[in-house]
């Protein structure tokens, strides 16, 4: 056992005694890893991070595809006392260079292939060592350093208040601010998770989201790990890999792309999900449609719940009782959730639509390196401003109804216009752009970009110019699916631009 590192801990007590258990059946390759493979090879991950290193609080950067070896590697971080930091497998180099300055780790692990670019990278933020490891996770330096290492890790000693992780999520002002999650903040939240979800070691959860945010990492693999179940590990989605799992599998967590998705296939049924106890849905809203489609096509009800980077998960509705479509449910137990009124922070009465506020042992330490930002989003009190608007109904249930935060949400994934603004601004020939979430039938939302031209420009030729500026320095999924080019963009008398009216004119680009 690892008594004296709380996450750890809490994290292997689970399986301790069932070392022989399954944890992941790899769909891919028809690899499984058992329980105790998965910590002995952590265990030796965490000697190879020393022997780099790595002491505690050191960040240890991570930009590597989904395979066992990256969860041995978060256990490992978490082992030797560092601060895991893992990054989205599709952003760029330009991406990923601002995160290794502001974070500043002293191992960056990273693919084989992007090992020239991440090193020029890496030597601007003084990163001691870049490590690599393969898209399988079977090789790569730091697999190799893992075959010659001598001597056991030494357990490093955490407590609740450790951090255990740093995830960045993007800034409604621009830079991303990275979220620091304590070990507490993150025990809590698996523990209460696999409470309230009844998890068992009988579970076995599909796992098709991708590890480097707190779904698929934390709330999916540590509520797994703590009670001892098992997974079936899918490097990426696919709807009709999930479908022929489901006869063997217990539980699915996804975003809602998931299950429109799944909705598409024609094999889904009630037979084929009968051995499924729960389909969990969050990240974006789900729609209610979507939600009555699954029912009457499965006869089961989507559990939708809702969280943030910065809170791990906060609500949710309940496993007994009533789902209802359309709401997040209620505040977990531990949490607590209030609707406030955004500019005097008065707490409203049920029905009133107000900013959603959460305190708890979930809400995260503040935000690396920010502490004026962390002062303006967490109280002093505990009390953390979500930018999320919601109301609550009569028995506690809570509806998301909107953000005050600029905000697109693209298939589970945070875009935030004002970055995708900035690279559009700066391409020689545009005058200013806007940048709009459109309604999507299979991400949710759309980015579309509205753009003005200086005069005299060729809307072409000016298109091209800032497609190839935005493959060079923004991830694919924060790219612009449609791009419009317009004289002047709408503003109110203030000068702002009114992106509602930009909004309502796009409504149906996708729909129809
Ligand atoms: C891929 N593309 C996208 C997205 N994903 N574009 C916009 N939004 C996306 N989410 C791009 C691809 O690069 C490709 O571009 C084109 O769109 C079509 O890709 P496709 O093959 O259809 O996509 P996919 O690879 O099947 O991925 C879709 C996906 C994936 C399965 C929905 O995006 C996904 O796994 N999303 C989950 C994100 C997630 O885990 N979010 C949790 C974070 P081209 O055609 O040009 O090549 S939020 C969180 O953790 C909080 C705390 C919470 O509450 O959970
Ligand atoms: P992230 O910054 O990636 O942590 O995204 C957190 C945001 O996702 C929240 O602030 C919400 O706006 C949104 N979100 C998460 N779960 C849900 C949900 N079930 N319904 C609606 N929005 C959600």
Redesign the pocket.
Known sequence: MYDDNYLANVLRQGSYGHDSDVFAYQVDSGVNTNYAQLFNQAERLAAVLQQQGVVSGDRVAVQVAKSVTTVQLYLATILVGGVFLPLNTDYTANEVEYFLCDATPKVLVCDPNLFDDLTSVANKAKVTAVLTLSEDGGSGSLVDLMHTVTGNCDVVPRQASDLAAI?Y??GTTGRSKGAMLSHGALASNATTLADVWQFSRQDCLIHALPIF??HGLFVAINITLCVGASLQFLTKFDPEKVATLMPNSTVLMGVPTFYVRLLKTDILNKQLTSNMRLFV??????LTETHHQWQAVTGHAIL???????TNMNTSNPYHGERKAGT?GLALPGVDVKICHPISGEELPAGDIGQIEVKGPNVFSGYWNMPQKTAAELRTTGWFL???MGVCDEQGYIS?VG?S?D?I?SG???VYPKEIEGVIDDVQGVVESAVIGAPHPDFGEAVVAVVVASKGREQQQLQRSIREKMGLTLAKFKQPKQMFFIDELPRNTMGKVQKAQLRAQYQQLFMS
């Not at 939708?304 to 910065?310: D, I, L, P, S, V």
């Open positions: 995830l999520t993007s945010h707190i849905s969050g990240s974006a809203p789900l939708e719940r809702y969280g943030m980077t910065e997040v979500t930018g999320d998301i953000r935060k905000l949400i589970g994934y945070n």
